[in-house]
């Protein structure tokens, strides 16, 4: 494993906002991973019956699966061939610690165990700073455009209420002047409410475009990967 040594020569290679992810990723893992489920941190429901004990280590650790994970497998699968399970494990570990695979986890979204072994540590955590990066800016993307569609719906909703008070204050006849007093303020209200909203989506939509040029110029300069073009 890396030592503190090894992670701060890392961390010097990245901007502040990428080492809080990393930062972040080993602070929850320290937190919640004593307290995770039968599956281990991974989250992934164990299968006692397995085509081979072997490739279903492998395919743990390709999928992230903390060094806590063995010891589930064995609790949950009294019958286990932990060797061979073992053995996968550590085959797909060579794999999943790879630049190019720690990039794409990052980019997933996924949340480092720290346990590649320690010639493939620096690169892993690299590129995994990296991908982690990516994903929050596309996250911060997400987020934008939910803000502005959910802004654009309520601008709808304002404006088929206003429409809808406004004709029925044009149909009325026979309503006395208090119910037309009342018609004209709910529109009022309705048109105040309305220029807030369209303020909001104004808002909105320069979040979005900001968090899209940010995400844009990140793609654009995003330090070289091995195996990613």
Known sequence: MCDRTCYLRIMDTFSARRRLYVIHAAALIALVGCASGPGGSSGARIDCQPDSWSSAGERDALAGAPESRRDA?????????????????????????????????????????????????????????????????????????????????????????????????????????????????????????????????????????QAQAALKKYRENRPAIPGVE
């Open 73 to 209: 497998v064995a609790a949950a699968c009294p019958s286990a061939d932990m060797a061979a399970y073992g053995q996968g494990y550590n085959t797909g570990l060579r794999t999943f610690c790879l630049p190019a695979s720690a990039y794409t986890f990052g980019l997933d979204g996924g949340q480092y165990a720290f346990n590649c072994p320690g010639d493939l540590e620096p690169g892993f955590v690299y590129a995994y700073g990296i991908g982690y990066e990516e994903f929050e800016l596309n996250e911060a993307v997400r987020e934008a455009d939910r803000n502005l569609n959910r802004t654009d719906r309520r601008v709808r909703d304002v404006r088929n209420e206003v429409s809808r008070q406004e004709q029925l204050f044009n149909s009325s006849t026979n309503r006395s002047s208090a119910e037309m007093g009342r018609v004209r303020t709910e529109v009022s209200r309705l048109q105040r409410r309305l220029v807030s909203l369209q303020q909001e989506r104004a808002t909105n939509r320069i979040l979005l475009d």
